[in-house]
């Protein structure tokens, strides 16, 4: 039982645009979610976070979206630039038990 | 230096041959996670230490995995009699605990098994 799920394996968005990448998730303990980026050959790197307690979260051009009751959260990245071609993971947690659980991931390529 | 470290970055074993792979987290870092990433998909969960608490085994794919973290230091992954599904990039991560949340990744090991 997949408990955090990117549904999307890839999106492709011409430079300038927006990219929004859709993560779902199961378990109704979890209660912060983050967002990972990762280049070929390199480990992933955290990109932003959001609280249980939120529904928005905003740093640069990256903000996060949070709808509990959907259990869904999407990141959206504005404007989206060649550089952000990597791959994005969703990560989820339950802050009593410590363990993130990640999505497969969605390969995002930005087009000059 | 100050970020997740791996050893080695690259391994190439025969099948049926053991491996050991190692990960030196952040200092500081109470808790220390595995991931395994086949080609082209997305990252599966081995095994999270936290402190002194027992390690949540659950992700480990059988009996042939299994991983030692010596206090809130090193921490050694084994694969025994290595398969050639084994293959994948490891990835060590840590963070300062439960509850700040964000994870600290290696760069990975790639594993070839031939």
């Known amino acids: 039982d997949q408990q955090v799920k990117q549904n999307s394996p890839s999106l492709s968005v011409q430079e300038g645009r927006i990219s929004i990448l859709n993560c779902d998730y199961t378990?109704?303990?979890?209660?912060?979610f983050l967002w990972y980026k990762k280049y070929p050959a390199e480990g992933p790197t955290f990109l932003i976070s959001?609280?249980?307690?939120?529904d928005k979260n905003e740093d640069g051009r990256f903000t996060v979206f949070l709808n509990k009751s959907a259990k869904h959260l999407s990141l959206h990245i504005v404007p989206s630039q060649p550089g952000d071609s990597a791959v994005y993971f969703c990560?989820?947690?339950?802050?009593?038990?410590?363990?993130?659980?990640f999505g497969d991931g969605t390969t995002l390529t930005v087009k000059p | 230096g100050a970020g997740v470290s791996q050893s080695p970055s690259n391994k190439v074993t025969e099948k049926g041959k053991d491996v050991e792979l190692r990960c030196d987290p952040i200092?500081?870092?109470?808790?220390l996670y595995w991931y395994r990433q086949r080609l082209g998909q997305g990252l599966e969960f081995l095994i999270y230490?936290?402190?002194?608490?027992?390690?949540?085994k659950s992700g480990l794919p059988s009996d042939r995995f299994s991983a030692e973290r010596t206090g809130e230091s090193v921490s050694t992954l084994t694969i025994q009699r290595t398969q050639q599904e084994d293959s994948a990039v490891y990835l060590c991560?840590?963070?300062?605990?439960?509850?700040?949340?964000?994870?600290?990744f290696g760069q990975g090991t790639r594993l070839t098994v031939v």
């Open positions: 991560a840590s963070s300062p605990g439960p509850v700040n949340t964000e994870a600290f």
């Open positions: 200092s500081g870092h109470t808790a």
């Open positions: 378990n109704s303990m979890f209660d912060y």
């Open positions: 990560a989820a947690i339950n802050t009593n038990a410590g363990k993130s659980t």
């Open positions: 230490f936290q402190g002194n608490s027992a390690p949540d």
């Open positions: 959001i609280s249980s307690i939120k």
